[in-house]
């Protein structure tokens, strides 16, 4: 009786590996990258045509701008905690609901503590320019009415790579090898984002979502070398823990 038991315990173990396998591989990543036929993965990047897994990207559902009506804005901080290189450049993209992009990706770099601020803008906006703030990022397009999606990325090829921070400054001191200062992951989704559509016409707006950054729904740290050490990194990724 015990034999039979084990064989339809087995039996119904090994059908659940292969359904889960199954349904693995129909799923595929709702972020995946430049991917044109092939699947993003979980781990690490996706080759050299600047497609990262999807527990390398940050994404925000909505966002807008009307001539003189509406435009968009988003704040990108560095919180400077343990796990953080002090210096992590991004690549964010604004694209529109046809599948377009709104303006050529901006990239940037936010440095430990600091903040870089956001514009998606008509091209003719009168005082929400390069000209009167020039410490912005811009994404400028035609002044049509116009709606999508953002995508945001690491600059670095291999954000799962700690450096060691030797080439790296913060708080105006280099970093060296053996210290913690700059040691880091340069992972995008490891900065806090913050947006807002801003309805000019009302003097008013609404928040943006964010999915996939430091704020998302993951609570837990990320353990690194569990085995060996017990250091525990800031979260990062979309819902991996």
């Not at 435009?71 to 450049?89: D, E, K, N, P, R």
């Amino acid at each position: 009786m015990k034999i039979k038991h084990l064989e339809r315990y087995f039996k119904r173990y090994f059908i659940g590996i292969a359904m889960t396998a199954f349904i693995a591989l129909l799923a595929g990543n709702a972020f995946g990258d430049a991917a044109a036929t092939t699947n993003a993965t979980r781990d690490f990047s996706d080759g050299t045509n600047g497609a990262y897994a999807n527990n390398y990207i940050v994404a925000s559902p909505y966002w807008q701008v009307e001539d003189g009506a509406s435009y968009t804005f988003v704040a990108v901080s560095h919180s400077s905690l343990s796990g953080m290189a002090s210096q992590i450049g991004v690549v964010i993209n604004a694209i529109t609901s046809s599948g377009s992009a709104y303006d050529t990706a901006e990239s940037f770099t936010v440095t430990a503590g600091a903040t870089q601020r956001v514009f998606i803008v008509p091209t003719n906006h009168s005082t929400i320019n390069s000209t009167n703030i020039t410490t912005a990022v811009f994404l400028s397009g035609t002044s049509d009415y116009t709606y999508g999606h953002l995508r945001i990325t690491p600059q670095a090829s291999h954000p799962q790579v700690m450096t060691d921070g030797a080439s790296l400054t913060h708080n105006g001191e280099t970093g060296d090898g053996n210290s913690e200062r700059g040691n880091g992951f340069r992972d995008s989704t490891m900065l806090s984002y913050w947006g807002s559509v801003i309805v000019e016409a009302q003097t008013t707006g609404f928040a943006m979502e964010f999915i996939g950054d430091m704020n998302d729904s993951q609570g837990r740290g990320v353990c690194g070398m569990c085995n060996f050490s017990s250091t525990v990194y800031s979260p990062s990724g979309v819902n991996l823990q």
